[in-house]
């Protein structure tokens, strides 16, 4: 499990294929609604759909087609379970920082973790908390 020590491109689809395996072919992932998404965010997706069922059991991914920014420029990607807290990247940031927000709020706050680095903590608590 190196992807967990040295994050990389792909990590969050190798973890996935070793945690579930496979189940789908690519041509089974539909990703149009995001086309303005940065990459990392589209291969999480990506890799989550050729699992072939749920990934994440708590807080969860925002459906793409759901994917939109807001006034601001930010984009939420991720939520809360209870929806109590959000997750979002701003779209002209290129170190793509993950900021959080509580529910009702208006202000960021920055997490100190980048986007490829949050998806696979996402990912590898999702995938221990739905065992």
Same mark, same amino acid.
């Given at each position: 499990?190196?992807? @967990? @020590?040295? &994050?990389?491109?792909?990590? !969050?689809?190798? #973890? $996935? ?8 072919? *690519?041509?089974? *992932?539909?990703?149009?609604? &995001? %086309? ?5 965010? *589209? ?6 759909? @050729? !699992? /072939?069922?749920? +990934?994440? #059991?708590?807080?969860?991914? !925002? ?6 920014? /807001?006034? =601001?420029?930010?984009?939420? #990607? ?6 109590? =807290? #959000?997750?979002? *990247? /701003? ?6 920082? +993950? %900021? ?14 980048? @986007?490829?680095? %949050? $998806? $696979?903590? =996402?990912? !590898?608590? /999702?995938?221990?908390?739905? =065992?």
């Amino acid at each position: 499990m190196d992807e @967990l @020590l040295s &994050i990389d491109s792909d990590d !969050v689809g190798r #973890f $996935l294929q070793r945690w579930y395996g496979t189940a789908r072919s *690519v041509s089974d *992932v539909h990703l149009e609604a &995001i %086309f303005y998404a940065p990459a990392e965010l *589209v291969e999480w997706h990506t890799a989550a759909a @050729l !699992v /072939g069922g749920p +990934v994440a #059991f708590q807080d969860r991914p !925002v459906t793409p087609q759901d994917l939109a920014p /807001g006034s =601001c420029g930010m984009l939420e #990607f991720w939520a809360e379970n209870q929806n109590g =807290c #959000f997750w979002a *990247v /701003g779209l002209t940031d290129d170190t793509l920082q +993950v %900021f959080s927000r509580k529910a009702g709020g208006s202000d960021w706050t920055g997490t100190g973790e980048v @986007l490829r680095d %949050f $998806l $696979l903590h =996402c990912t !590898v608590r /999702g995938a221990v908390s739905g =065992c």
